[in-house]
Nanobody, 123 residues
Framework: VQLVESGGGLVQAGGSLRLSCAAS????????MAWYRQAPGKERDLVAR????????NYADSVKGRFTISRDNAKNTVQLQMNSLKPEDTAVYYC?????????????????WGQGTQVTVSS
């Protein structure tokens, strides 16, 4: 499975960007897909997650009301619409996918990561 992000770039504060993640496999195979971000010298943190079945979403408090995650299983993509961007949103953004397989009563968790796309918000 390969995840390829696109859509990053440089934007002024208050602007918008739309990130896209294309999966080589079927996104419907993943239990959940998510976007994480990592700023220099900081840990990688969850930004937003969307489940496959019900499409439920959850967001980091810092992006609630500004970011929207969505997935298109027909196109095998997941997007992150980012509005009202702030300088503190500057980071490398990573696409993540999780697949859970149950075999002989054992639960196996597979996690996949993209290579990341840089988002820079200038003040």
């Amino acid at each position: 499975v390969q995840l390829v992000e696109s859509g990053g770039g440089l934007v002024q504060a208050g602007g918008s960007l739309r990130l896209s993640c294309a999966a080589s496999g079927n996104t419907s195979d993943f239990n959940a897909m998510a976007w994480y971000r990592q700023a220099p010298g900081k840990e990688r943190d969850l930004v937003a997650r969307i489940t496959n079945g019900g499409g439920s979403t959850n967001y980091a408090d810092s992006v609630k009301g500004r970011f929207t995650i969505s997935r298109d299983n027909a196109k095998n993509t997941v997007q992150l619409q980012m509005n009202s961007l702030k300088p503190e949103d500057t980071a490398v953004y990573y696409c993540n996918a999780v697949k859970v397989i149950v075999r002989l009563s054992q639960r196996y968790l597979y996690t996949y990561w993209g290579q990341g796309t840089q988002v820079t918000v200038s003040s």
